[in-house]
């Protein structure tokens, strides 16, 4: 048993051997493996430990075995000895190691900016003493505790889908080197019970002694998860790991986790690099979700990373949606039909209780009289079903996917348009706290009384946001209780809940919301769900806009008659100029199946991904000129590489909006026919992207499968 005294004794300069160090080395300083330091005595990789780094001192993870010290480093200078080992913890298992190298080498990152960005950011702060109180009292907790095991909670009898879901998971299989379970993609329309399969999937692998990782896409849905997974295993030990946590209950929980105090983890993507060492099951809920992706630093997807993480644990990985991605549909599908034959695809295709989906009513905005598109967004026939609903005491969601009063104030007089100064963007009007604020660079005024151009005093609000959708709601359906939910109404701690709470105790009759809404919440006395102008989506240039779009609508119509009872008169509405579409047509008999068929050949003829695999370089600076020009030095410099691995790099464009706080943005496409010659060329590549010079690039980036294009 080491003691506090051990943790806080430095190694002795006298070189004894030395030990590869992680640590923060971010990505423009070219250093991507560990550093030396010389320690006396061995010291167990992953271990966490404190070192010396120019003046400063911070957290590092032993990453090599000690090895023999030999004669005196090249640059000349001594390595400098340890500042502190924290003994008291466990060493970071060697399998979260494995995953963290992976993702390094994957995603193009330093191995050190990777681990030290995942672990949490409070333990960078702590000192062996301080550590170490911390650690007493998780001592004195731990023996305090141990949670009661009362009567064992009811559990509903599984349907035939589910019970034949779990008997092909495989999870009897769990650690068997060689044998190891598959991959699932658990195709499963909402309300099929998909989470009551993650329970009872669950209840086998703690049974069995091991560990299970649940992820959600957003900390907003935890809550309910947790209260869930707590009702039905009162008797283990469930933790969470998300942002939303403060940063000392993070580190408690991950501290915990590393101690290996926890049965169930769930989490947001963060919680993929959690240091669990006995996992058996990673179960990713609304796999699809783009916010499994981590947009910036080292752009991870926490999704693939949990399939790896699977493999190296011999865990079993179910990945479920009832929209499942591309990626996953391809990863299913047979090599017999082209796909990559990787994961096995179950599908659950009915609701518990015999609930049907909402009946889907394409509204033809096509046919609607000049003076009904005049009197607002929402046609008539759809006010007549919002106030039928009313009527009838039930509730009504309404999606708008643009949250604000109007997208854009406008002179008549003189065409001045509310343009962002700082950005290629126009500044959003707010008429709550009658501000134009730019939702890329924050840049907030107050709303100008006369155009700001020619003094003309009657400015036009162009366009419809939530906030304004809100205001024609109110005005057409007197007396209708309307709510509004988005990043807006949401700002202030507690207020999401606070807005749910209402929305669930039937205080609201009509919420309008953003895709916010569309997700995992459980109304159960929404009958009707309307979208009403989501056609934008159709004709977009990121070639994902439609996989989004199909998503977030059988998510919506999702939230509508998920109880039984109601199931049969619920509708979801959709306004469009394109009732024809193949989406909406999908959409019209819920079939995702036929969507991702659809998409999938689609995607194969255009040559786009999964068919290929991506990379995008983005490069910033203050003129889009420079922000080019490096972009085409980076690839000039990569011909040689890219051409051998058959990689084609395609001409830097300005990103989708160019400019943003004053800074100019442009990125370049790297496309390869597979993964393996993508990674070979990057690896080439990137590295010598550190010694291209040019002063006026401010920042540069890679991101691999990027998700926005
Ligand atoms: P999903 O996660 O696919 O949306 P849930 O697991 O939340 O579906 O199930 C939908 C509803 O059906 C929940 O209220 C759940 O308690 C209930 N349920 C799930 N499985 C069963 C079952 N086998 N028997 C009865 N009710 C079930
Ligand atoms: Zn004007
Ligand atoms: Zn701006």
Redesign the pocket.
Same mark, same amino acid.
């Given at each position: 048993m080491s003691t506090l005294s051990d943790a806080l004794n430095p190694c002795e300069p006298v070189a004894a051997g030395v030990l590869g160090v992680l640590v923060e080395t971010p990505q423009h300083s070219g250093l991507s493996g560990p550093l030396d330091y010389v320690c006396d005595r061995p010291v167990a990789p992953g271990t966490l430990l404190r070192v010396p780094l120019g003046r400063r001192e911070v957290l590092g993870i032993a990453w090599t075995a000690l090895r023999p010290a030999e004669a005196p480093a090249a640059e000349g200078w001594a390595l400098r000895p340890l500042a502190a080992v924290f003994d008291r913890l466990p060493p970071l298992p060697p399998a979260w190691r494995a995953l963290v190298d992976f993702a390094a080498r994957y995603y193009q990152r330093g191995a050190g900016e990777l681990a030290l960005a995942v672990l949490p950011a409070e333990l960078r702060k702590l000192d062996a003493i301080q550590l170490d109180r911390r650690l007493r009292r998780l001592d004195r907790a731990a023996a305090a505790a141990p949670p009661a095991a009362g009567p064992a909670p009811e559990r509903?009898?599984?349907?035939p889908e589910?019970a034949a879901v779990l008997a092909a998971l495989g999870l009897e299989r769990i650690g068997q080197a060689g044998a190891e379970p598959p991959v699932t993609l658990l195709d /499963?329309? %909402?309300?099929? /019970?998909? %989470?009551?399969?993650y329970l009872r999937a669950a209840e086998t692998v703690l049974a069995g002694g091991r560990q299970v990782l649940m992820l959600v896409p957003e900390i907003n849905l935890t809550p309910q998860l947790e209260a869930r997974v707590a009702a039905r295993f009162p008797a283990r030990r469930i933790l969470s790991l998300h942002s939303g946590l403060s940063p000392a209950l993070r580190l408690r929980h991950w501290l915990q986790v590393l101690r290996g105090e926890v049965d169930l983890l769930l989490g947001t993507r963060m919680a993929i690099f959690a240091p669990l060492d006995r996992l058996g099951l990673l179960v990713i809920d609304e796999e699809h979700d783009p916010s499994y992706k981590q947009q910036d630093g080292a752009r991870y997807s926490a999704r693939d990373l949990a399939v790896l993480r699977g493999r190296l644990e011999r865990a079993a990985v179910l990945l479920a949606s009832a929209t499942p991605s591309l990626e996953s549909w391809h990863n299913a599908r047979p090599q017999a039909e082209g796909g990559a034959g990787r994961y096995q695809r179950l599908a659950?295709p009915s609701r518990?209780?015999g609930g049907v989906l909402p009946r889907v009513r394409l509204l033809d905005l096509g046919q609607l009289r000049r003076e009904d598109h005049a009197a607002g967004l929402i046609a008539p026939a759809l006010v007549e079903a919002l106030q039928q609903r009313l009527a009838r005491g039930e509730q009504s969601l309404v999606l708008l996917n643009r949250r604000g009063y109007a997208p854009v104030l406008h002179c008549a007089a003189c065409g001045w348009k509310s343009g962002c100064p700082h950005c290629s963007a126009w500044r959003v009007f707010h008429k709550s706290d009658r501000s134009l604020r730019c939702h890329h660079c924050g840049a907030t005024e107050r709303v100008p009384r006369h155009c700001p151009e020619c003094g003309n005093a009657d400015l036009d609000a162009l366009g419809r946001g939530t906030e304004r959708l809100a205001d024609e709601l109110a005005e057409r359906l007197p007396g209708a209780r309307i709510g509004r939910i988005d990043a807006d109404s949401t700002r202030a701690a507690g207020s999401l809940e606070a807005q749910l709470a209402q929305v669930h105790a039937g205080d609201i009759d009509v919420l309008v919301g953003t895709q916010m809404v569309a997700k995992g919440h459980?109304f159960r006395r929404i009958t009707l769900v309307a979208a009403v102008q989501p056609d934008a989506a159709l004709f977009s240039s990121d070639f994902r806009a439609p996989e989004r779009l199909f998503s977030l609508l059988m998510q919506a119509a999702?939230r509508a008659g998920r109880e039984a009872s109601q199931s049969g008169q619920s509708e979801m509405w959709v306004q469009t100029w394109h009732p024809a579409h193949p989406l909406y047509q999908a959409l019209l008999r819920h079939d995702a199946a036929a969507f991702a068929e659809a998409q999938w050949r689609e995607r194969f003829e255009a040559g786009l991904p999964p068919a290929t695999h991506l990379a995008l370089l983005r490069a910033e600076a203050r003129t889009q000129e420079a922000a080019q020009a490096w972009l085409a030095a980076a690839a000039t410099l990569g011909a040689a590489a890219a051409a051998e691995a058959g990689v084609v790099c395609f001409p830097p464009v300005p990103t989708p909006v160019q400019r943003v706080a004053q800074v100019e943005r442009a990125q370049m496409l790297i496309e390869a026919p597979r993964r393996a010659p993508l990674q070979q060329m990057l690896a080439a590549w990137l590295p010598q992207l550190h010694g291209l010079r040019e002063p006026r690039v401010l920042r540069w980036a890679i991101d691999v499968d990027p998700l926005a294009i």
């Open positions: 509903p009898a599984l349907t589910q /499963g329309v %909402t309300g099929s /019970g998909k %989470t009551e399969v659950m518990i209780g459980d999702g």
